[in-house]
């Protein structure tokens, strides 16, 4: 029931998953609008709150290589609609849970499966089998863009859900949403198992070894911890950061996160567009010193909702536009037969930087007072980025042709 006769066109594959990365990314996106609720509401530091968040891009990046392996093995439709059922469970759980242990756990195992089941590492597999060669990091981009539609589309919902209705109620109301989306989309998410034959065969455990031996995987690991460091750290704590700096109307931090959501749209699509045509390494290297620079002119200038407008627009161009680069550089290399396992051991390193940055990012608050230490580590990681990038050999990996006995 669950496999198709034959593989999807790449029109339906893009529609579907962008749905699915609509609202996987858009709700995710906006969880820097309940820190302060939450806290205030259960008499916790910001502190808590990050760590959960934390925990939960942790076990996003944990949770995605196991998921990969599912999802090249039974395709990526069922895994769809487990990842939106744990969705749905994750954001009660944050409504309902006050005791902070059991919400840094519960929000943390929980939204992390479930964005490891929806979110791009569930649906680069099958949009790396369908598209052809020619078109992948392109449609890597779109992909990538109805990602970031859902960031610019759901931030103002968020804030306006709590603000109607209440942080819990906000909650209730996007669980159902996400529930009658994604469980009727994921239909179209079905795929044949794919067939190989003709090129080197592999086994799961071998594909993994040759990754990790491989020089040019290993600084994609690298590059990708330092993006998830700077984007979970700014999403998570700028309308916070914002807030100390004297900004009290809560409509500059939504409208920045917005703008965030609506230039990345631009940004993955084009990022993706660019990567059919130039060396997705030199992209890559160029948007994490871009990230560096604009940083530091916005830490620099006055501070105004103007100053704060231009680097969320500018931050939007650079924001996930590193996915279907390093995406497109994975296919490239490896293939796509277990494109949705390495993607995920790839993520998981952005993960473990995310979790770093969100984390690190409350901490030193508590102790600080302030962000400026994780500003400036933020800054000097865009800058190691940019260097680690450069080399990466995006060829195919040379591999001996196994002759059956």
Not at 46 to 51: D, H, K, Q, V
Request: net charge positive; proline share 4%; aromatic share 12%.
């Amino acid at each position: 029931m669950w496999i198709a006769k034959r593989a999807p066109d790449l029109k339906t594959v893009l529609i579907a998953s962008g749905l699915v990365l609509t609202l996987a990314m858009g709700v995710r996106h906006g969880y820097g609008f309940w820190l302060q609720p939450i806290s205030q509401a259960n008499g916790w530091t910001r502190e808590t709150y990050s760590l959960a968040m934390a925990l939960q891009n942790l076990m996003w990046g944990a949770f995605g290589p196991l998921a990969g392996m599912v999802i090249d093995r039974i395709g990526t439709a069922r895994v769809v609609i487990v990842g939106a059922l744990l969705y749905a469970a994750s954001l009660l759980w944050m409504a309902l849970v006050t005791q902070p242990t059991l919400f840094v756990l519960g929000a943390g195992l929980l939204g992390g499966a479930a964005l490891a089941c929806t979110a791009f590492g569930a649906v680069s597999g099958i949009v790396g089998r369908v598209a052809p060669a020619e078109k992948r990091s392109l449609a890597f981009g779109i992909s990538g863009a109805a990602g970031s539609f859902g960031q610019f589309a759901l931030m103002p919902i968020e804030q306006q859900l709590i603000s109607a209705a209440g942080w819990q109620n906000a909650f209730y109301l996007l669980a159902a949403l996400l529930l009658l989306v994604m469980l009727p989309t994921a239909w179209f998410l079905r795929e044949p198992v794919y067939d190989d034959t003709g090129g080197h065969q592999q086994s799961i455990g071998e594909a993994i070894r040759e990754a990790f031996a491989y020089k040019p995987f290993l600084m994609l690991l690298a590059g990708y911890f330092v993006c998830g460091f700077q984007l979970v750290f700014i999403g998570v704590h700028l309308p916070a950061y914002l807030k100390d700096k004297g900004m009290m109307d809560p409509n500059v931090a939504v409208i920045a996160l917005a703008l965030i959501g609506l230039f990345n749209i631009f940004g993955s699509y084009y990022a993706g567009k660019l990567g059919g045509r130039l060396p997705k390494r030199y992209l890559l290297s160029s948007i994490y010193i871009t990230r560096s620079v604009v940083i530091a002119l916005f830490l620099l200038a006055p501070l105004s909702s103007v100053s704060v407008y231009v680097f969320a627009a500018a931050m939007g161009l650079l924001w996930l536009s590193t996915v279907p680069l390093t995406n497109g550089v994975v296919a490239g290399i490896f293939g796509v037969k277990y494109m949705s396992m390495l993607s995920g051991f790839v993520f998981f390193s952005h993960q473990v930087g995310s979790f770093i940055g969100v984390w690190l990012g409350g901490y030193l608050f508590t102790r600080e007072g302030s962000y400026n230490t994780v500003w400036m580590i933020t800054i000097a990681l865009g800058l190691f980025a940019a260097v680690i990038n450069l080399p990466i050999n995006e060829k195919p990996i040379a591999r001996k042709q196994v002759v059956a006995a």
